[in-house]
């Protein structure tokens, strides 16, 4: 009996254990996921690094100065060619302070700009990794979502070809089919029940993916809401988003790159020019034993500044600086080069996107459109399979193409908004705002 008093509490227990977390949304999942990623996490370690070291150039063009603290004790023995040897042993104390301040140099001038750039740089690479992250957890997010649909429509269709395959064993006991629609369905039934063996396998690896990238355990996607109204494409021309495609992360990062290599050139070219320093110096050195060398009393301190300007004219470093500027000249054209590509290859992102998008929801009309009329087959299959006049073949391919094609017009639907952020990732305007729209289309 206390056995089965028990009982209600087991079963309790194991309810609570089984409800699902509460369903996440897209941001909720992709503000996890710039805290956990280590891409992400890595590529804003990379951003603080390049920052500190652009300010590193800064003291090229600042000044200089430096403390230099000595004690020295110094044994003079003197030996005179006749008489005695005498020794003398003395402290010296110094200490001086020196600063220097560059007026001409134009190689640090070069370098310190050069750090500016490598600043820029540094954001736009932080730029593109975020919006590589915000791409990367909308797949993943998409990607269960369509394997949860596709997993739910093969256990209709599974449900749909078991009672298809019960009629035909009915029909088959009372005389009124042959063995072969029964065993037609038993065939097809078999084969939805492999398919749905590996959409759940297939679903719980998407799972296992979006759960690892934003750092949560057995994630819930909120589901599209429907009937779905996807977004229009605006500007609906794909010159328009060509040309946006100029603030593209990875055409800004080319176009410093060059700017840097041209920077470089400079910094080569002033090994042919002069520099100009201001210095200044200023130094104490204290005897407190006095100094034999010296006619001044026995302890004694001198002090000594002095401010002036050092000047330095290169005549000849064994060719080395014409030959650096050939190589910098070379690297620039490189970097030219680079950043022609870079606007080819975004250009031509940009434009595969749009397509996408613009063909996707022709795509998605159409298989809505298939959808109502697989329906409508399924029902005029169904009615004709009762009055005689079809077969259990027909039934059984009709409902295959009316799951296959919402499995199809789900998909679909998914791959238009992943277009959608793919172009405006091609095109350089993606932000993390825009999910939100994405987040207006799920389930509340």
Same mark, same amino acid.
């Given at each position: 009996? %206390?056995k ?11 309810a ?12 909720d999942?992709?503000?996890? @996921?710039?805290v ?7 590529a ?7 920052? @500190? ?20 004790? !110094?044994n003079?023995?003197? /030996?005179?060619?006749?008489?005695? =040897?005498?020794?003398? !042993? ?26 500016l ?47 298809q395959?019960?009629s ?7 005389? !009124? ?15 939805? !029940?492999?398919?749905?063996?590996a ?5 719980? /690896? %998407?799972? #296992? ?41 990875? #055409?800004?990062?080319?176009? /410093? ?12 070219e ?23 060398? =010296? ?24 060719? =080395? ?18 950043l ?22 022709g795509?998605? %009309?159409a ?7 697989s ?5 005029a ?11 259990? /073949?027909d ?41 939100? =729209? ?7």
């Open positions: 009996m %206390k089965f008093r028990l009982l209600p509490l087991f079963v309790a227990v194991s609570a254990l089984a409800l699902p977390v509460g369903a996440q949304s897209l941001v999942l992709y503000e996890s @996921a710039r956990f990623d280590a891409s992400y996490q890595s804003k370690s990379q951003y603080d690094a390049t920052m @500190a070291r652009a300010d590193q150039a800064k003291a090229a063009v600042l000044p200089t100065a430096g403390l230099a603290l000595g004690v020295s004790r !110094t003079q023995e003197v /030996i005179p060619d006749t008489g005695a =040897s005498s020794d003398r !042993t003395y402290d010296t104390q110094s200490a001086s302070v020196s600063a220097s301040q560059p007026l001409y140099r134009p190689g640090n001038l070069a370098s310190y700009r050069q750090g750039k490598q600043a820029d740089i540094a954001q736009a690479q932080l730029a593109a990794a975020d919006q590589d992250l915000i791409v990367r957890v909308s797949q993943a997010y998409f990607d269960v979502l369509a394997a949860q649909d596709s997993l739910t429509f093969i256990k209709a269709q599974n449900v749909a070809v078991g009672e395959l019960a035909a064993k009915r029909n088959f006991e009372v005389g !009124t089919s042959t063995i072969t629609d029964t065993r037609e369905a038993q065939a097809r039934f078999d084969l939805v !029940t492999a398919q749905e063996i959409a759940a396998n297939d679903l719980r /690896i %998407k799972k #296992i993916a979006l759960d690892q990238l934003v750092g949560k355990s057995d994630t819930q996607p909120q589901s599209l809401a429907l009937p779905l109204v996807l977004p229009a494409l605006v500007p609906n021309d794909v010159n328009t988003w060509v040309q946006q495609s100029e603030s593209s992360p990875s #055409i800004k990062q080319s176009q /410093i790159a060059l700017e840097v290599a041209q920077l470089e050139t400079k910094k080569a002033a090994g042919h020019k002069p520099t100009l320093d201001l210095t200044a110096s200023y130094g104490m050195n204290r005897y407190p034993d006095g100094n034999p060398s =010296s006619s001044l009393p026995s302890s004694y301190r001198a002090n000594a500044g002095s401010v002036g300007l050092a000047f330095n004219l290169p005549l000849f470093a064994g060719f =080395s600086t014409q030959n650096r500027i050939r190589e910098t000249l070379a690297l620039e054209e490189k970097a030219r080069n680079d022609e590509s870079a606007k080819r290859a975004v250009a031509q992102g940009t434009r595969t996107a749009y397509y996408c998008v613009a063909s996707g929801q795509q998605v %009309k298989l809505e459109a298939a959808e109502a009329s329906q409508s087959a399924l029902d299959n169904k009615l004709g399979y009762q009055v005689g006049v079809r077969i259990n /073949i039934v059984l391919n009709s409902q295959s193409q009316l799951f296959q094609t919402k499995r199809d017009l789900a998909k679909a639907r998914y791959d238009v908004l992943m277009c959608g952020l793919k172009l405006r990732q091609a095109s350089g305007t993606l932000e993390a705002n825009d999910l939100q =729209s994405v987040n207006a289309l799920l389930v509340k």
